[in-house]
């Protein structure tokens, strides 16, 4: 088991300042709003100033997403000292996805710029699933199965009256075995 978080990429202070803007920016108004143009207006620079922090937006982007898998690893390994790990494993992930949805979703949808993330932090991210499931198909499993839930429960797509709360119990009682 990898305990030790790998280092994110370093920020100055003023990169710093600028992803935490982005992140108020893409909680608030979703992705489609995370602009370098508008990221600017909000901290008060012209839109070129920010290219002296980062090379392009994608790398605000990345800049987001290791925070964000930093954030859930965190949980994530914290509820495996739980007695029941696959429940208190997807209660985190449940409670981390909807406390930023729309980080949740940059991290999760689309393509994944692994070449420009923090090297080891994906790995070290996902890890819990496989120490609550035991087996890495088996863990595999488990992520879709938190994945799914959680992006259809974010974007409201389970039907009106559905007992979400009874979904996630019955889904972690089956990956847990019983």
């Known amino acids: 088991m990898t305990v030790e978080q790998p280092a994110l990429t370093a920020l100055t202070p003023r990169a710093a300042e600028i992803v935490t803007a982005a992140r108020t920016l893409l909680e608030e108004e979703g992705r489609e709003a995370l602009t370098m143009r508008v990221l600017a207006d909000r ?38 000292g739980e007695p029941e790990p696959v429940p208190a494993l997807l209660r985190a992930y449940r ?4 406390a930023g949805p729309n980080l949740y979703r940059l991290s999760t949808a689309g393509p994944l710029p692994r070449h420009r993330l923090a090297p080891g932090l994906e790995d070290w991210a996902g890890e819990p699933f496989f120490l609550a499931a035991g087996e890495a198909y088996l863990a595999q499993a488990l992520f879709a199965f938190a994945h799914g839930m ?28 019983g």
């Open 95 to 98: 409670e981390r996805a909807r």
């Open 150 to 177: 959680v992006i259809m429960e974010i974007d409201g797509r389970f039907p009106p009256g559905s007992d979400l709360d009874r979904t996630w119990s019955e889904g972690a009682s089956a990956f847990a075995g």
């Open 43 to 80: 901290i008060g620079i012209r839109a070129p100033s920010l290219y002296k922090h980062f090379p392009d937006k994608e790398g605000v982007e990345v800049a987001l997403i290791e925070r964000g898998l930093a954030e859930m690893g965190a949980a994530l390994r914290a509820s495996l």
